[in-house]
């Protein structure tokens, strides 16, 4: 398993008229820690575009358990449990600062294309790589 941690201060513009944070800004939070936990492993978005490759959303989904507001801090825990191949599937957990339970969980799953074909592709050896490596040295930070 590789996982990372990555803090979110709730902005005002991430509310809704009920001054909950709405309920689709979740899906951003999880692509902020999706981006920090291939960073951390050392492969952020740019170099594996370079690699050729894109990673599109092709199923995502949450489940909300309490509400957040304006100014709360988050940690979004990102979490890879499976190694991909076509596809690769991610797990998150939002919890608000100080506490044990999640206010929020979700999943995104994404398709490795070809960015030349936009044919689907499997995952770069390069990219398993590093993935293998995150997992035998995990982050001090995850």
């Known amino acids: 398993m590789i996982s990372h941690i990555t803090d979110v201060r709730v902005r005002y513009a991430d509310t809704d ?3 909950f944070v ?25 170099q594996i575009e370079a690699m050729g490759v894109l990673l599109p959303v092709v199923e ?8 957040a507001r304006y100014d709360d801090l988050l940690h979004v ?12 599937r991610l797990e998150y957990l939002v919890f608000r600062d100080h506490e044990k339970e999640p ?4 999943f995104t799953v994404h398709s490795f294309l070809n960015a030349a074909s936009g044919r689907p ?13 995150a997992v035998r040295h995990p982050s001090e930070k995850g």
């Open 17 to 19: 008229q009920m001054k």
């Open 22 to 46: 709405y309920y689709g800004k979740f899906f951003e939070y999880f692509e902020q820690g999706r981006s920090d936990l291939l960073r951390a492993i050392g492969l952020p978005y740019p």
């Open 60 to 67: 995502a989904g949450a489940k909300y358990r309490r509400s």
């Open 77 to 88: 825990q990102t979490m890879m449990l499976e190694m991909p191949m076509a596809r690769i």
């Open 103 to 106: 206010i929020a969980e979700g």
């Open 121 to 133: 592709t499997r995952a770069p050896l390069h990219f398993i790589e590093m993935l293998h490596n």
